[in-house]
């Protein structure tokens, strides 16, 4: 069944000309789902119970299903592993800390990618996305929070998948989040994370989103950075940059990147300077992070002391760095640490 959630505003104007109702309410139930959350169309009162029923008979509302859930010792994270339609799993997370509620989402079951060091990438690649699967991820935690009184503040794009291999449907969801007749979530408020596929960047620079682009670098020298992220064979370092350079120019954003610090591996004052060398110029920030653990990868995070060192080593090169907490780590919500293969590894509560 056509679920609600991958309808285009203009596609439910179809479907309701179609289906002989007026136009006005295509507004009332875009409204009625997105900005108000109803959880289906019999939630939407401001439409007639005949239209309630129609549309409950022939699209589908929902398509997760949550089967477990798991919450951080300090209860300020929380992990949902839902089933989607044909059985798939992926994971969604919500971080709740200080006045900052942020969800961090999936693209894709698995991922393609193979990064040495991320529980998704070990997994491997089982499908994309759809839109709609996507944006259910959000309205899940929207609706909750809702509830609570509380409301969602920011979407990362960094939980299973990744979000440039999946391109046009990860782009409609965002659009669909942003439309001001529906959820109306800002853009700057989302933020996408790529392992760095050059022609993706590029074409997102090109339709000039005014969404948060952050890049995983991890290394930068190819040897290193092909070791960890195998991508890098296919777009090394020197592609990346062009195409994170000419972002920059075209939309006048700063980039983030992301490295996660592994012990003796990418923590080393060499490893800042060439970062330095790419970076020259370029309006950035570094989020380096210690690396969580995870079951096939051997390396280790970095000390605390290291990474006040790496982080040092960048700035005394006019790099902008922050040292990130680990979140989450506990119920392996943490960055990396997203995987259903044996998703049965979360911890159960309640
Ligand atoms: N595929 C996208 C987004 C999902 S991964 C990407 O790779 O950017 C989100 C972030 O977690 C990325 O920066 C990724 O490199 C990082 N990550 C993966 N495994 C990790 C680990 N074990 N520890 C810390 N960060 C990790
Ligand atoms: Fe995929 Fe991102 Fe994990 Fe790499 S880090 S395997 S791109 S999810």
């Given at each position: 069944?056509?679920s609600?959630?991958?309808?285009?505003?203009?596609q439910?104007e179809?479907?309701?000309?179609?289906?002989?109702?007026?136009?006005?309410?295509?507004?009332q139930?875009?409204?009625?789902?997105y900005?108000?959350?109803?959880?289906?169309?019999?939630a939407?009162?401001?439409?007639?119970?005949?239209?309630?029923?129609?549309?409950?008979?022939?699209?589908?509302?929902?398509?997760l299903?949550?089967?477990?859930?798991?919450?951080?010792?300090?209860?300020?994270?929380?992990?949902?592993?839902?089933?989607?339609?044909?059985?798939?799993?992926?994971?969604?997370?919500l971080?709740?800390?200080?006045?900052?509620r942020?969800?961090?989402?999936?693209?894709q079951a698995?991922?393609?990618?193979?990064?040495?060091?991320?529980?998704?990438g070990?997994?491997g690649?089982?499908?994309?996305?759809?839109?709609?699967?996507?944006?259910?991820?959000?309205?899940?935690?929207a609706?909750e929070?809702?509830?609570?009184?509380?409301?969602?503040?920011?979407?990362?794009?960094?939980g299973?998948?990744?979000?440039?291999?999946?391109?046009?449907?990860t782009?409609?969801a965002?659009d669909?989040?942003?439309?001001?007749?529906?959820?109306?979530?800002?853009?700057?408020?989302?933020?996408?994370?790529?392992?760095g596929l050059?022609?993706?960047?590029?074409?997102?620079?090109a339709?000039?989103?005014q969404v948060n682009?952050?890049?995983?670098?991890?290394?930068a020298?190819?040897?290193?950075?092909t070791?960890?992220?195998p991508?890098?064979?296919?777009?090394p370092?020197?592609?990346?940059?062009?195409?994170?350079?000419?972002y920059c120019?075209?939309?006048?954003?700063?980039?983030?990147f992301?490295w996660?610090?592994?012990?003796?591996?990418?923590?080393?004052?060499?490893?800042?300077?060439a970062?330095?060398?790419?970076?020259?110029?370029l309006?950035?920030?570094v989020n380096?992070?210690p690396l969580?653990?995870?079951?096939?990868?051997?390396?280790?995070?970095?000390?605390?002391?290291r990474a006040?060192?790496?982080?040092a080593?960048?700035e005394?090169?006019?790099?902008?760095?922050?040292?990130?907490?680990?979140?989450g780590?506990?119920?392996?919500?943490?960055?990396?640490?997203?995987?259903?293969e044996d998703?049965?590894?979360?911890?159960v509560?309640?």
């Amino acid at each position: 069944m056509l679920s609600f959630y991958d309808l285009t505003f203009e596609q439910l104007e179809a479907l309701l000309a179609e289906w002989e109702q007026p136009r006005y309410r295509v507004l009332q139930i875009w409204q009625g789902v997105y900005r108000d959350l109803a959880v289906g169309p019999g939630a939407i009162t401001t439409i007639p119970r005949a239209l309630r029923e129609r549309l409950q008979a022939e699209l589908s509302f929902g398509s997760l299903k949550p089967r477990m859930e798991a919450k951080s010792s300090d209860g300020q994270t929380r992990k949902i592993l839902f089933e989607l339609s044909d059985g798939r799993e992926i994971e969604t997370v919500l971080m709740g800390y200080e006045a900052r509620r942020t969800t961090c989402i999936s693209t894709q079951a698995g991922c393609a990618m193979g990064c040495v060091f991320c529980a998704t990438g070990q997994m491997g690649f089982r499908r994309h996305l759809s839109a709609g699967e996507i944006v259910e991820q959000v309205l899940w935690f929207a609706r909750e929070l809702k509830a609570a009184d509380d409301h969602l503040t920011n979407i990362v794009v960094m939980g299973m998948g990744e979000p440039f291999h999946n391109y046009e449907a990860t782009l409609a969801a965002v659009d669909r989040l942003n439309d001001a007749r529906g959820f109306n979530f800002g853009s700057r408020r989302i933020t996408i994370s790529t392992v760095g596929l050059v022609p993706m960047i590029e074409r997102f620079a090109a339709e000039k989103r005014q969404v948060n682009l952050a890049v995983s670098l991890h290394a930068a020298t190819d040897d290193l950075r092909t070791e960890l992220l195998p991508i890098n064979k296919k777009y090394p370092l020197a592609k990346l940059f062009a195409a994170v350079r000419h972002y920059c120019d075209e939309t006048h954003r700063r980039v983030t990147f992301e490295w996660a610090l592994i012990e003796g591996k990418n923590d080393t004052p060499e490893q800042a300077r060439a970062l330095a060398l790419w970076a020259k110029g370029l309006p950035c920030h570094v989020n380096v992070i210690p690396l969580n653990p995870t079951r096939d990868y051997a390396g280790q995070a970095t000390t605390r002391e290291r990474a006040a060192a790496f982080k040092a080593a960048l700035e005394s090169h006019g790099i902008p760095c922050t040292i990130r907490v680990r979140r989450g780590i506990d119920i392996n919500a943490g960055c990396g640490q997203l995987a259903v293969e044996d998703g049965r590894r979360a911890v159960v509560v309640d």
